[in-house]
């Protein structure tokens, strides 16, 4: 029990560094590719933690893992598409056509 709570704490500790680490890059760098690329990278890596750590899928059925683990890597790879597509993405997804 005690190395379960010691990994816990130590993700944990992990994941505040990681946001703190996303909030410094997102407010101190100038907007551009790589500084997407670094949050996307970070999101995804707190999505690993968090789904590994604290979702407990080990004894889940294995489509239900892999759809988990799909969603965690689709959320920051839909970040770069949105910040290399933006403008076309908004126009398809629009409900009004001026």
Known sequence: MTTRVRSVDWT???LISMTLAGVAVGEGAEPGFWV???V???AALKGRLVIDQFMEL???HPAIRR???LFGLLVPALMVLV???GP???QLTTLSRA
Request: no cysteine; charged share 0%; hydrophobic share 70%.
């Open 67 to 69: 759809l988990v683990s």
């Open 88 to 90: 076309q993405i908004a």
């Open 83 to 85: 910040y290399l597509f």
């Open 40 to 42: 996307a990278a970070i």
């Open 12 to 14: 944990w500790i992990v």
């Open 58 to 60: 080990g004894s889940a």
């Open 36 to 38: 997407t690329l670094a």
